[in-house]
Antibody
Framework: EVQLVESGGDLVQPGGSLRLSCAAS????????IHWVRRVAGKGLEWVSAVGIAADTFYSDSVKGRFTVSRENAENSCYLQVNSLRAEDTAVYYCARESLESAMSYFDLWGRGTLVTVSS | EVVLTQSPGTLSLSPGERATLSCRAR??????LAWYQQKIGQAPRLLIYGASSRATGIPDRFSGSGSGTDFTLTISRLEPEDFAVYFCHQYGSSPRTFGQGTKVEIK
C-alpha cells in the first residue's frame, strides 16, 4: 500500500526536543521530495520544512535554526528533529509527498499526522 | 507569502445538494492551486490539482475551476462520504500556503 506514516509526537516541556519520523511504503521513496506541514489547533495549515531528493533542505522562517529535516533512503524514512520547542509549536505534524509533475508541485500523498504538545 | 482565504467557514447541506466552496488568493497563483479533503483522524486526500484537474480515483462529482486569484471547488451532488473539511493549497510560490478550510456538514 502506498502510504506515509508519522510517529514520534509527544507531550514535551518548553525548550524540549523530539524527533519525528515519517515512514514511507509502496513507492520509490528516493525519487520524491518530502515535506512537513503542521496544523495548529484552531488555525490553518502551515508549511514547515522539506527535504529534496538530493537531501537539500528548506525551512519556514518560524522554525529555521530550531528544526532539522533529514532523510534516510535506505530506511524509506524522513525525520524532523525539533529542538527548542515553544508553546506555539503545538500542532499535528504531517509529512507529505510532493508530486513529480513539475519542479514545484502539489502534495499527492499525506500521512495521518503525529501530535506534538508543548506544555509545562 | 500568498494568503488564501476560504469561504464559507462552514457549509450546511443535505445529501444530494450541490456544494460550492471558494478559495481566494491575495495575489495571483496562476493555476498552481490544489484542493484536499480531510476527515477526522485521516490523512488529507488530494482531490484537484492545477486548479481543475481531478486526481486519480476522484469521482467526477468533484470539479475545480478558476485561475489567478479566485478558485472554486464544486461537489455536484453530495454523497454521505463527502461531509468533511476541504482546504485549498497554493504551490506556485514559496512558502507554500493553505486556506483555513471549509467544513461541509450535514444539515
Amino acid at each position: 500500500e502506498v502510504q506515509l506514516v508519522e510517529s514520534g509526537g509527544d507531550l514535551v516541556q518548553p525548550g524540549g526536543s523530539l524527533r519525528l519520523s515519517c515512514a514511507a511504503s509502496g513507492f520509490t521513496f528516493s525519487n520524491y521530495e518530502i515535506h512537513w506541514v503542521r496544523r495548529v489547533a484552531g488555525k490553518g495549515l502551515e508549511w514547515v520544512s522539506a527535504v529534496g531528493i538530493a537531501a537539500d533542505t528548506f525551512y519556514s522562517d518560524s522554525v529555521k535554526g530550531r528544526f532539522t529535516v533529514s532523510r534516510e533512503n535506505a530506511e524509506n524514512s524522513c525525520y524532523l528533529q525539533v529542538n527548542s520547542l515553544r508553546a506555539e509549536d503545538t500542532a499535528v505534524y504531517y509529512c507529505a509527498r510532493e508530486s513529480l509533475e513539475s519542479a514545484m508541485s502539489y502534495f499527492d500523498l499525506w500521512g495521518r499526522g503525529t501530535l506534538v504538545t508543548v506544555s509545562s | 507569502e500568498v494568503v488564501l482565504t476560504q469561504s464559507p467557514g462552514t457549509l450546511s447541506l443535505s445529501p444530494g445538494e450541490r456544494a460550492t466552496l471558494s478559495c481566494r488568493a491575495r495575489q495571483s497563483v496562476s493555476s498552481y492551486l490544489a484542493w484536499y479533503q480531510q476527515k477526522i483522524g485521516q490523512a488529507p486526500r488530494l482531490l484537484i490539482y492545477g486548479a481543475s484537474s481531478r486526481a486519480t480515483g476522484i469521482p467526477d462529482r468533484f470539479s475545480g475551476s478558476g485561475s489567478g486569484t479566485d478558485f472554486t471547488l464544486t461537489i455536484s451532488r453530495l454523497e454521505p462520504e463527502d461531509f468533511a473539511v476541504y482546504f485549498c493549497h497554493q504551490y506556485g510560490s514559496s512558502p507554500r500556503t493553505f486556506g483555513q478550510g471549509t467544513k461541509v456538514e450535514i444539515k
